[in-house]
């Protein structure tokens, strides 16, 4: 059964750097069949796809963010991380890990991590 | 970028009645849209993939379909635990970028 579990600080300051971390439990992590990544959700809106990256570390990358956003992989913790630079109060949002496959559809989610940006 | 529309905004339904969720997008996404259901304080749980094919677990109640612009969720019989909000999202582009803002379910 895939899991996913999110870590990182509930709050950062602006212009500061936003790091979390997705934890993943489960034998499918090294499956080239499975896709990990990041999706945030600002307070009443929809959700937001970031980044994904692979088992091998090959990155994908939401345009608007590039430019502030990195994702690496550590396949021996089975994890997978997200660091998004010059943080401002728009980057408040609920942050998911999530797993989506080669088609598109994202299988499984983390519960998701309150991140609010505030001095 | 294709953007997803969903309507109504809110939908208030009594128990046992039909719910019917709407999903527009921008332009042709083929069969790509999959369906997500977020119940209160929980994560999103997949429902649809492929405009109408039922995930793992998900019960019959649950259905999609449409192709191209228009795509149909219907809840044929609800019930108390599927109060939430529903959101779409397509994937005919890599990676999948584009969710809808989403529709609140209510019970009446």
């Known amino acids: 059964q895939l899991a996913l579990q999110e870590s990182g600080p509930g709050l950062v300051k602006p212009s500061e750097t936003l790091a979390l971390i997705c934890n993943v439990s489960?034998?499918?992590?090294?499956?080239?069949?499975?896709?990990w990544g990041w999706i945030r959700q600002p307070p009443g809106k929809g959700p937001e796809w970031m980044a994904t990256?692979?088992?091998?570390?090959?990155?994908y990358y939401r345009p608007s963010l590039q430019s502030r956003i990195t994702m690496s992989v550590d396949t021996s913790k089975k994890q997978f991380s997200l660091m998004l630079k010059s943080v401002r109060a728009a980057d408040t949002a609920v942050y998911y890990c999530?797993?989506?496959?080669?088609?598109?559809?994202?299988?499984?989610w983390g519960l998701g991590l309150l991140v609010t940006v505030s001095s | 970028e294709i953007v997803l529309t969903q309507s109504p905004d809110t939908l208030s339904v009594s128990p046992g009645d039909r719910a019917t969720l709407s999903c527009r997008a921008s332009?042709?996404?083929?069969?790509?849209l999959a369906w997500y259901q977020q119940r209160p304080g929980r994560a999103p749980r997949l429902l649809i993939y492929?405009?109408?094919t039922r995930a793992a677990g998900v019960p019959a109640r649950f259905s999609g379909s449409g192709s191209g612009t228009e795509f149909t969720l219907i809840i044929s019989t609800l019930q108390s635990e599927d109060v939430g909000v529903y959101y779409c999202?397509?994937?005919?582009?890599?990676?999948?970028?584009?969710f809808g803002q989403g529709t609140k379910l209510e019970i009446q």
């Open positions: 999530a797993c989506h496959n080669a088609h598109g559809w994202f299988e499984a």
């Open positions: 492929d405009a109408s």
């Open positions: 489960g034998d499918s992590f090294n499956s080239y069949a499975y896709y």
């Open positions: 332009q042709s996404v083929d069969n790509y």
């Open positions: 990256i692979t088992h091998t570390g090959t990155t």
């Open positions: 999202q397509e994937y005919k582009r890599w990676p999948p970028e584009a």
